[in-house]
């Protein structure tokens, strides 16, 4: 190979192809005018929430994708039906993760729709799961003397309260836990719902 | 190769034997690679049929009767359809000869086909038989009307006795077991027909020991009194196992040894065979050391000869005191008849 | 789903189809390197400034480069890049080890959001990809880009601007992400106001390269060339469209993502790492690669394939049957081009171990080299769908990520950078047993990590698929093999401070006597 | 610059002059056969799967419309599955326990009576063809899509009632509107009366007086106390649950109360649950059971685990013999309703939750079966089983009312 123009040339149309095939025609397919019956925008609430579920790097360890039956037990781990594209109509950025170093997500507000749980969650997991490994939150919390009016009070089991006064959470905390809550897709799949069918049982397939 | 020249000379002459060996390394893994992923992805694509995946089922070694969709659609299906639904629910689809709580899959379980739960399919080509019970020759209609009369209590039923003789009952009934045997053997004994054998043991039996294992493994279902349990529309769901609601004394579960190998070849439900022999044997003592219907054959009778007449020899406690209660008396006759309208 | 199936198909047929072409074309010598260039690799002109017939430059395939001043040229943008990329070398893996180590003690350094896990991890990502791997291969571009093309970097000052700009925008990123303005993809954190940054330093970085390409002196391009060339046009491209802010939503962003960061793996690190190892390698040893032809298909078989493979990290998940299944073929692909790079390369190094011996460098870059045939088929592998089953979602893709990124790239660009630091500065490492130890700290590091986490992402995946073992169970048994990994990470931790220092001796002033400081030529 | 100062300690040392160059060797044969072999497998597997895959699609699709009800069962298949268990495939029902359909004045009536006792459901008692039977029967109108219920309230008019008007959807969903808030009928003295349709003589209803929930125990299911959530802020507020947090509507006190300890004791492991009974009392644990027994919410279950339905309704009703498991039902109830506190209703009980305690028992982590019976069960049942069945149950009708005190009177000398 002697020239550069003819290099550089079949090199981005090469990418330009693989472009069209890995990132136009699905993103053709997946497009949706509408959203999924069943699926709502998030709250203002919930939105501030998600930014702070993003800040905060969760997906590095939290997928939000349920697997199909035929592939994995996502379902009777109570993560949820196997989500298809049309479930992340309101995503953006997008956190569909590839690691579960903690449990898939997107379900999380309906298998877990306790706001008080997910406080005391996130303020220390080990209070809960003393084998868990994910980071404790103190951050997003305050121990006060005595709770305010309009405080929300974090329930702790005994030996993980402060020695004295109680834990408050911040805004951000009750922000993050609404958005929690609102992941609920649980809703029917839409019948013209995308996803990967790569791995239902090929049986009669003719 | 003109380049080389003297000063390439000085270096280390190239290896050539090396260089091979590392070309043949590359070519070995690279191919030992693809077949690794072609086997693979042959696998997956389900193209290697001896690699798919083994059947969950374990095929018994027992006959294999006919699943509920086999039934044919036709006269003679829907008959064996009404002979499954008396089968399965006798009380109501035989509603005027059933005078206790029980119905014939009670003891028969898997709907007639379970190995070693007296099934049907090893029944039927059994019969015409000849039975010391009632020294004679046995159809199978003879053979079911034994089972009204004793097993389900028929004498405290609406009618007071079992189907007549030609009955529909007996008709749909047959169909039913005709049908379950479907490529079964005629007059043969069957692998898995009938109830088994417990062997004796040395301790024999004894109702006492057979209250404890009663209560460990029995209570959960059949209930601390053994009267059953029922669901909230008063429908039994377990059994009972004496009483009034249960078989008569003539009946062949009223026998320790016909309980014993029933019990541990079928109980407890999903867990047969637990059991220990000298277990069944208590167990079965335990349960057959209470009082029920009394024997429907007795008649004007004294309880004394209705035993030496039918039940001399055989490991029953009719006609014998336990705990000083002479049993075979009978549970008290129903103010009316079973299944009768208030 | 018809017109999608074809497509499908269509992209299939269309790689498998060029690369017929390719193979036909150079067994009819249509490709075939141009004899006369390949000998006669000066300009008639050129051989004026040979002053004596005794230098190497009169040799055909020999050229002085510091006799042509091409080295000092390129000497002080590469240096530059060189020094900040090892510092965030050192700071990136620091952030790393913080992050594997904060994986088994939950608790430590929970007090910031700054340090949360989330965070530290992301930090970790960023400088290594965009601080360290891409500076320095930026670096080693600009130093052999001019050798093998016989002609001084063109406008060495835009480098410095570039660079300039490059490290003050991975600066802020890091700021950013570390308070908590990202853009919450993996890969693509850095807040895109601040990728228009990078992206002007890439032009800054692009400019001199393709100036210096155009000027060249020779007609052939050696293979280091191509690869170097098409990965500047490639990631500037990835880079600008998955950046596009506004654009992306949903689960088309999440593919847009993935085809993103899978292809800085294949279309931008990989050309780095397997360009330098393939100007390195036959320059240390002193031999030639085994075949034009097979490195042909190591090149265009990597274009076709590697560019189409990214969406196989969405395997199983809400996007078209159609594109994982395009993905898993194109991964299972990579062996054609994967094995053509090992011939070329290895039956070089094999047929010359000795030089290993010789050459502390060597080792760094075989070794990376060799990192690059087990990723490769690892990943081949790993993208089929009954093993991608089991390893998705665990750490067992973590360990595949650093085969490819570290132990391939990272290393093979040790070995570069300390080729070419003695020729930029004139001067010799004083402690070549401390290049020794760098090189065994990283290499048993990255064996306790590498393995630590393929077998304990295995039995995390094998557990996470077993509807009858609790969640609970994956994360317990893996406790030990992360504590393993942080064990493997330190080491490798070690090793880069160790880099540092030798990078820092020999560019730092030497007060040492001139005898001992310079070794007298043959 | 300095000129060329680099050590060459070696003389073997390769010159620092050398350029790296590419020979001219033409490609190694095994490499163009790995392309071919590549090439041709890669085209035959895209060839192979592409199938598969467009099929794979078509049937997900399939299933999504009969887990949402969207496809419509005639109404034979629909009262096999859903009535059958009960009134049985001749509609004769089960003497003195379900009555029968066959030539029941209610039935007689037509379509509007049987839709609107579908959706409303019986508790108390009641008379058919002399017979009385103490009527426990279930809201189906969680369960059923108006297109089902006029659908089956047409069949069963038709084939055991003789009365061949044909109920519309849109009057099943009239109906439904109009009755979704009156509870279920009080015996069959309370359909007479609501309806003002001549039924013969129905037996007077005689309704029972609920106990207060004590404050306490009040705050403690919905407001928590200390280091505790409250029950229903994952419960829901009904005791309905979702996904593998389990409905408690319905369940007998005695099985929840047996739970809660057993939880404490680690018999059955669950973090949530450990922290949540660390502080309860006994009185607490029973007052907990007796209040979450006495509750009648609709069901909020759905089959929703991708499992086969037939097979869970074989699994549920047959057992499958060949692998010594036996049906459901004949422990738990012919229709899932439960049986004392040792058997607990499953009918509408969340899949996910179903099939992860199954899952449990089989994992071993749920240890509480008496005579490990569902250790067995479970172990022998696979994961798709697992879901079939657990599938199968969620698309059941929940418990009627009237089990909480029965059973805990049945259950009481244990």
């Given at each position: 190979m002697n020239n550069y123009l003819p290099l550089s040339i079949i090199s981005l149309g090469i990418l330009a192809f693989a472009t069209l095939m890995l990132v136009i025609a699905p993103g053709i397919e997946m497009a949706r005018p509408e959203p999924p019956a069943g699926l709502r925008p998030y709250t203002a609430e919930e939105q501030r929430g998600r930014d702070v579920y993003v800040s905060m790097g969760c997906l590095y360890c939290h997928s939000q994708q349920p697997r199909a039956p035929e592939q994995a037990p996502d379902g009777e781990r109570g993560w949820g039906r196997p989500s298809v594209s049309a479930d992340y109509f309101y995503d953006s950025p997008h956190q569909l993760g590839t690691m579960r170093t903690g449990p898939d997500l997107l379900n999380v507000g309906a298998r877990l729709p306790s706001e008080s749980w997910h406080l005391t969650h996130l303020y220390q997991p080990r209070a809960i799961f003393d084998w868990s490994i994910m980071p404790a939150y103190p951050f997003l919390f305050e121990v006060k003397a005595k709770a305010e009016e309009g405080d929300v009070v974090v329930a702790l089991p005994p030996g993980f309260a402060p020695a004295e006064g109680v834990v408050v959470a911040s805004q951000e905390a009750l922000d993050l836990t609404a958005y929690l809550l609102s992941l609920d897709r649980t809703y029917p799949a839409p019948e013209d719902g995308i996803r990967d069918d790569g791995y239902r049982p090929r049986g009669d397939a003719e | 190769m003109s380049h080389e020249t003297e000063k390439d000379a000085r270096a280390k002459p190239t290896n050539p034997r090396k260089g091979r060996y590392v070309k043949h390394l590359i070519y070995a893994g690279g191919a030992t690679l693809i077949l690794a992923a072609t086997g693979a992805l042959l696998y997956e694509s389900g193209l290697i049929p001896g690699l798919e995946r083994p059947d969950q089922t374990v095929a018994s070694g027992y006959f294999q009767a006919p699943g509920n969709d086999q039934i044919p659609d036709s006269p003679f299906g829907e008959s064996v359809r009404r002979g499954q639904a008396i089968f399965m629910n006798t009380a109501t689809n035989a509603s005027d000869h059933v005078g206790n709580g029980l119905s014939c899959a009670n003891c028969h379980l898997g709907e007639g086909r379970q190995p070693y739960s007296a099934p049907m399919w090893a029944a039927w080509g059994r019969y015409p038989q000849y039975r010391a019970k009632n020294d004679q020759i046995n159809t199978m209609e003879d053979r079911v009307m034994g089972c009204f009369t004793f097993s389900m209590n028929a004498q405290h039923s609406v009618s007071g006795?079992?189907?007549?003789?030609?009955?529909d009952i007996y008709r749909d009934l047959q169909s039913y077991f005709y049908w379950l045997a479907s490529g079964a053997p005629n007059n043969t004994e069957m692998e898995g027909g009938g109830f088994g054998n417990v062997p004796k043991t040395e301790l024999g039996y004894s109702p006492e020991r057979g209250q404890e294992v009663f209560a460990a493994n029995c209570a959960v279902c059949h209930a601390g009194d053994g009267q059953g349990q029922q669901d909230l529309n008063g429908r039994y769901v377990f059994p009972p196992l004496w009483g009034p609601n249960s078989y008569n004394w003539g009946a062949g579960m009223a026998r320790i040894n016909t309980a014993a190998a029933f019990i541990q070849n079928n109980m407890p439900l999903s867990q047969p065979g637990t059991l220990t022999d000298q277990e069944a044997w208590d167990v079965a003592a335990y349960i057959n050391s209470f009082e029920r219907p009394k024997d429907a054959r007795q008649g004007d009778m004294t309880i004394e000869e209705t035993r030496q007449l039918f039940h001399d020899g055989d490991d029953i406690y009719y006609g014998q005191e336990v705990n000083g209660v002479l049993l075979g008396v009978g549970t008290p006759d129903p103010e009316r008849p079973v299944g009768a309208p208030e | 789903m018809v017109t999608m199936g074809l497509l499908l198909a269509l992209s299939f047929v269309v790689s498998l189809l060029a690369l017929a072409f390719l193979i036909w074309a150079i067994s009819n010598k249509q490709v075939a390197p141009d004899q006369h260039d390949a000998r006669v690799i000066f300009e008639p002109g050129d051989e004026g400034h040979v002053d004596s017939g005794e230098t190497a430059t009169s040799r055909p395939y020999h050229f002085d480069t510091v006799r042509s001043g091409i080295d000092a040229v390129s000497t002080r943008p590469v240096a530059v890049l060189l020094i900040a990329a090892t510092v965030w070398l050192v700071i990136g893996s620091v952030f790393g080890l913080v992050a594997s180590l904060k994986l088994h003690w939950p608790d430590w350094l929970s007090d910031h959001a700054a340090l949360t896990f989330g965070r530290v991890r992301t930090l970790h990502l960023n400088l290594v990809i965009y601080g360290w791997l891409s500076q320095v291969g930026i670096a080693a571009m600009i130093w052999v880009l001019p050798r093998i093309f016989h002609t001084p970097l063109r406008a060495p000052r835009l480098p410095l601007i570039g660079a300039a700009l490059w490290n003050a925008a991975v600066l802020l990123g890091a700021i950013a992400i570390a308070n908590g303005w990202t853009d919450g993809e993996e890969w693509l954190e850095i807040p895109w106001q601040l990728d228009l940054v990078l992206a002007l330093a890439g032009v800054f970085f692009m400019v001199p390269l393709i100036k210096t390409t155009l000027a060249r002196q020779v007609h052939h391009i050696y293979v280091t060339g191509w690869y170097f060339l098409a990965g500047i046009l490639w990631f500037p491209c990835l880079f600008v469209i998955a950046n596009l802010p506004y654009v992306h939503s949903g689960v088309e962003e999440a593919t847009v993502n993935w085809w993103f960061a899978h292809n800085v793996l294949g279309l931008w690190l990989t050309p780095i790492g397997v360009g330098t190892a393939y100007y390195f390698i036959p320059k240390i040893i002193g031999k030639p690669v085994f075949s034009y032809a097979v490195s042909l298909i190591g090149f265009w078989g990597l274009a076709l394939f590697y560019s189409q493979v990214g969406i196989h990290h969405l395997i199983g998940g809400p996007v078209p049957t159609w594109v994982a299944t395009l993905s898993v073929v194109h991964s299972v692909m990579m062996f054609i081009p994967v094995i053509a790079v090992a011939i070329n390369q290895h039956i070089t190094v094999g047929q010359n171990l000795w030089a290993l011996k010789e050459s502390l460098p060597l080792r760094f870059i075989a070794f990376g080299a060799l990192m690059y045939t087990m990723a490769s088929f690892q990943g081949s592998i790993e993208a089929l769908r009954s093993v991608n089953s089991v390893?998705?979602?665990?750490h067992y893709t973590v360990g595949h990520a650093h085969l490819g990124a570290y132990a391939f790239v990272t290393i093979t660009m040790f070995g570069a950078v300390y080729h070419m630091l003695p020729r930029m500065t004139g001067r010799v490492f004083r402690w070549p047993a401390l290049i020794n130890a760098h090189f065994w700290l990283v290499v048993i590091g990255f064996a306790i990590y590498f393995f630590g986490l393929s077998i304990g992402g295995w039995l995390q995946g094998l557990a996470m698929l077993d509807g009858t073992r609790p969640f609970s169970e994956s994360v317990i048994l893996t406790k030990p093999y992360l504590e393993a990994r942080s064990v493997g990470g330190a080491l490798m931790t070690l090793g880069h401070l160790v880099f540092a220092f030798n990078v820092a001796s020999i560019l730092l002033p030497q007060r040492v006597p001139e005898s001992v400081r310079t070794v007298p030529a043959e | 610059m300095t000129a060329d100062r680099r050590p060459q300690r070696d003389p073997r040392h390769p010159d620092e002059h050398f350029e790296p160059y590419e020979l001219d060797a033409s490609i190694p044969w095994p490499l163009l056969g790995i392309a071919v072999a590549l090439g041709v497998w890669g085209a035959a597997t895209l060839f192979d799967t592409r199938r598969h895959e467009e099929r794979a699609q078509v049937e997900r699709i399939e299933d999504t419309r009969l887990a949402t009800g969207q496809a419509v069962e005639p109404g034979h298949a629909l009262f096999e599955a859903s009535c059958a268990t009960c009134h049985q495939s001749n509609g004769l029902g089960i003497r003195r326990a379900v009555p029968p359909l066959a030539g029941s004045p209610f039935v007689q009536h037509g379509p509007e009576l049987v839709a609107n006792i579908m959706l409303r459901g019986i508790d108390g008692p009641i008379r058919v063809n002399d017979a009385l039977y103490d009527g426990h029967m279930p809201s189906f109108a969680s369960v059923f899509t108006d297109v089902e219920v006029a659908e089956l309230a047409s069949y069963v008019a038709a084939r055991w009632g003789e009365n061949d008007r044909v109920l519309e959807a849109a009057e099943a969903a009239e109906l439904r509107g109009r009755v979704s808030d009156l509870g279920s009928f009080r015996g069959g003295a309370g359909v007479a009366e609501d309806t003002g349709l001549a039924l013969g003589d129905q037996p007077p209803f005689a309704s029972g007086t609920l106990q207060p929930v004590a404050p306490e125990i009040s705050a403690l299911i919905f407001e928590g106390r200390g280091g505790q959530w409250s029950c229903a802020s994952c419960h829901g507020d009904l005791g309905q649950g979702r996904e593998n947090t389990p409905r408690l509507a319905g369940l007998p006190a005695d099985y929840i109360r047996k739970q809660l300890h057993d939880f404490a004791a680690g018999r059955r492991l669950n973090e949530s649950m450990a922290v949540v009974v660390a502080e309860l009392t006994d009185e607490e644990k029973q007052a907990l059971g007796a209040y979450y027994s006495g509750l009648r919410v609709p069901s909020n279950a759905r089959p929703d685990l991708g499992g086969d339905l037939e097979r869970g309704e074989q699994l549920a009703r047959e057992g499958d013999w060949s692998l010594t498991v036996p049906s459901c039902?004949?422990?738990?109830?012919p229709s899932g309703f439960g049986v004392a506190p040792e058997f607990p209703p499953l009918a509408a009980q969340h899949a996910a939750y179903t099939a992860s305690q199954l899952a449990a028992w089989a994992g071993g982590q749920r240890t509480n079966s008496s005579l490990d019976l569902m250790e067995h069960i479970s172990s022998a049942l696979s994961a798709a089983d697992r879901r079939s069945v657990a599938d199968y149950l969620a698309s059941l009708p929940p418990v009627p009312a009237g089990t909480g005190d029965t059973l805990a009177a049945q259950g009481e000398d244990r």
């Open positions: - | 006795e079992p189907p007549p003789h030609g009955d | 390893t998705h979602f665990t | 039902f004949s422990c738990h109830g």
